[in-house]
């Protein structure tokens, strides 16, 4: 079928001082993966169910003979442990020398046939079944197979017996990639990353907690169970690991005679996740396997502690204790802060009341007084009224709210103004001011969305007709504006009963440019600036789609010289904040 290496182990690895126990096939892991194992001193063999072959074919009459490339060393059942990374997609292309056997001492060889129209030749699932005939000879003690499992497929292959002066063909059997065990309860195949860790020894449930985030799974997986009883029972042999947001399997560990299987998904940080696992975990599963990892273990129990171990064993709990509470003490005051802020997140993801109780809290955070919630004082009136109005110093302020999932229609827009013209005719006054409000694309994350979310066309007509048009994504950069002092509440009121687009730039600005070049990840940066005065420590403005961060000088350099003010030139800047190429710099005027 193939011909044998005489070597066990490749050269590159023998230059390393390895630890003889566990020997572990490594078959089909990547590069990386194999260089972790070695530099972490691992007894490996670097193995493979062989590659796919790229056959060509251009009619149906084109038949190739082929033979199998796999690799597997010829004492297998010396081995303690075989990782699979069923995930290996690599194909060669198909060369007619490396089909032919050059040394034949029978009167036939066997190949395998490639029809048309098959252009890619997979040995794996074939090759996987040898793997199993082979795991097999390991009689008389336990070894440990660790699968990273891709989606399940099947394959027929068809030998041909090649004899002097013809060729015979047998009969074709299918095989299944998951061969090389003997039993796997396959189910669907599915593809997702939600996945949920379930109870089992701590050590390896910490180690599947941390890994989590770079897992894909492309199989799933049924409890097998048993007639016991008159009644079908899980079979406790088979132990759940893992299982997605339906409650299907995902991986398990099954136990069965000698062999001890992990069947994981595909992690996206394989390297890792491997060498602890075969560091911290499999040794405190399997310690026959790992004797040198467990060769002094006794030390560790408490018969054989050291002077002063149990006095700072004791203070570590102690320390791991008051970390404890003091984990669950931050996650409280994380919660209540989240409750305390909630009508922000409200304003840019919400509709309906929930949107207009959150508008209404933050105007009256805003320091407005008289607001109203006018779906809180049910209405018997058919007539569409405002949402909030406003009682203020300057008259009377009309809001109407909407959370939508795209942008407003011109008649959305314009609505708020015909409940002004009718609020003026009520009052006999004209100090009535109306305001659109809205949360636009509300499913999207709001730095995606269309901001502002108005045309021109529909920003003109609110100039002519005194009406503003603001987003809910503005109101809530807008509060941390202020809380840094870029605008006061009273600024922000004021702005509130402006025509057309509101905007919430500050005053009396001056601006100083753009940069030029950005350099140490954003905290660096070259700019031209002609007649403004900048000196260190000055505190700038930093505007990037029209949010505003303040931004403190920490360093003016000018022909490669550092100076503490300059006025005009290319000049490098360094801040205490990171910006990005696109930002615009601003410099409150005195």
Known sequence: MREKKS??????????DVIERPRICCIDLTEDVLEGLIYSRTNIYKGSLGKQIKVPKENSHDNHYVLLNYDFPIN????????????????????????????????????FLSSYPQTIFDPRPLTANFLREEIHHISNRPY???????????????????????????RAKEYSIFSFI??????????????????MKDNLKSLLEKYKKGITYFQTFYHPTTWKGNKNIKIPNYIPLMKNINGDIVSYFEQNKNARVFMFPQFGDKKDFLLEFLENVAPSIYPEMFPFST??????????????????????????????????????????????????HDLISETGDCLVGAVEKYLRWLEFENVRNMDKEKSNSSIKEEDIPIDCDKGLLLIEVKGIGGTSKD??????????????????????????????????P????????????????AKNEERGLLSTWQLFNLYFDIEDGILTKEDARNKLLTYGLVGFKPENLLCVGKPKEIYQKGLVCVINIEDIELKLNDEILVENNGIFKKATIKGLMLNEKSIDNVNSGEIGLRLDRKIKKNSLIWKKAK
């Open 7 to 16: 070597t066990i182990v490749p050269k590159p690895y023998k230059e390393f």
């Open 76 to 111: 297998l059942h010396e081995y303690d442990i075989i990782i699979i990374d069923m995930d290996n997609n690599q194909t060669i292309d198909y060369k007619p020398e490396e089909h032919s056997r050059n040394n034949i001492t029978g009167k036939s060889t066997l190949s």
């Open 144 to 170: 440990l197979i660790i699968a990273f499992a891709s989606k399940e497929y099947s394959i027929e292959y068809e030998p041909v017996i090649i004899l002097e002066k013809h060729n015979e063909r047998q």
């Open 182 to 199: 003997d039993f796997v309860p396959l189910s669907e195949h599915k593809i997702g990353r939600e996945i949920e860790i379930l109870e």
């Open 295 to 344: 060769k002094f273990k006794w030390k560790e129990g408490s018969d054989y502690w050291l002077p002063r171990h149990e006095e700072l064993a004791n203070e570590k709990e102690e320390i791991t204790k008051n970390y404890k509470n003091e984990l669950n003490e931050i996650d409280e005051r994380i919660d209540e802060n989240q409750s305390k802020y909630k009508f922000l």
């Open 411 to 444: 008649s959305d827009c314009s609505q708020i103004a015909k409940i002004k013209h009718r609020r003026c005719k009520e009052r006999n006054l004209f100090d009535v001011y109306a305001l659109y409000l809205v949360n636009h694309q509300r499913y999207l």
């Open 446 to 461: 709001p730095l995606i969305r269309q901001n502002p979310p108005f045309t021109e066309h529909q920003i003109i007509d």
